[in-house]
């Protein structure tokens, strides 16, 4: 059996482990259904109010911007030089995200869920634009009423030319709710030099402007060997370090791709710092290293940058990533368990080892493997929470809940 990583992958809990209601219900959930809906096969696609200028239109509404929130977007988005003429483009709508797994409980409710879109150009530009719907705090009720929603779309009711209606009934549901903002994040590589740049807008407060993407960035890593990391980082950042590590012998830059889009992509994962690897930097390591975009969507994860990449002519659905799927979407309780490598993505990244006498080997010496099955992951979230009291959650749905929860970014 592996030795899974806190947090990133899924803990093991083989069926024999767990009761059956919990068993059935995480079996009952189909990925690409109840997830994240990506094929267009399965008649979303064609949906009007799933459209980009409808749901960026919901965005200004929710949040009470004055006018068009899909036309003030795109006067502001136009501004960015880059991205003028990519934005005349039609967009085609690549998928419906169930981000539930993102809410947490703060002793009263829940915080921080979110429901999202993604589009792309049609013709299959490098470039996406991802709306994210961010609830405002809600009772555990709800919580779970809008988990029951999503489970709705993998039940025989939501079947063949139904399952379209039943994802726009479910984001109607799901948008008349009240919002705290609403991000709108564009990924473009648009002269195709692997050269990735980032942008992000927020509709908040009835406004609409430009924000760095670092909102969701402080490091939440609770392992007491991060603070090494973190020191080494913040070093780093105090002595204008702006590039991010580009192969295993450059110790840790303070650099998100956030901060300064256009630098080329590490291929090997986060180097550690030449203070930080002790006994546990390796874990500490592996999560801060997902807390970094340019990471999370490289190296770290065997991305080429998109995890939801645009659809081509011709195709039918947009590629996910292997960080995502792993190596099957529908993997089993017991299938994500074991680990193996015909159900989870593996991936080898590099790391520093201990040296005689104290530090670190700088370059890293040999890689470890992490293995992703995010998806997965998400899938044990949901069914937790159906699992669950529909009135307030037990100790054991809270710790089941945040075994589940990410530890990156977004």
Known sequence: MPSYEYRQLVPQRSEKAVNKPFADLFHSLTPDRS???HDCRLGWCDQ??????AILSRAGAVVHYPGSGAEGWAKAASQVLELKHALK???QPLAVVNRLDLGHWDGTQVRDAELRFVYGPQGGANLTVIVEFVFKPMSWEQFRNFAYDWRRLSLKECDADKFGGCVATLTRWQLAKSFDLVRVRVNFDLNNDKRWSMAQWVFQNAELKRTKLDDQMSPTCMDP????????WKAATAQGARRAPMTATEELASYNLLLEPGGKLPSVGMAQPAKACGPGAVRARNILSLQQCTHCHSGETNTKFTHISNRGPGQT???????????EMAASLDSLSSGTAAYVAQVKVWRSEPKPGGGCTVPASKPIER????????????A??????????SKTTLYWMDQYAPDFSH
């Open 48 to 53: 009007k109010e799933l459209q980009l200028p």
């Open 225 to 232: 060997n991060c603070q090494q990391i973190l020191e080494a």
């Open 89 to 91: 483009s039609k967009f």
């Open 317 to 327: 659905a947009a590629t996910l990533s292997e960080f995502l799927v792993g190596n």
């Open 35 to 37: 997830l994240l809906a």
């Open 371 to 382: 293995r992703f099955h995010d998806l997965g992951r998400r899938r044990l979230f949901l």
């Open 384 to 393: 937790s929470v159906l699992v669950a009291d529909r009135v307030w959650p």
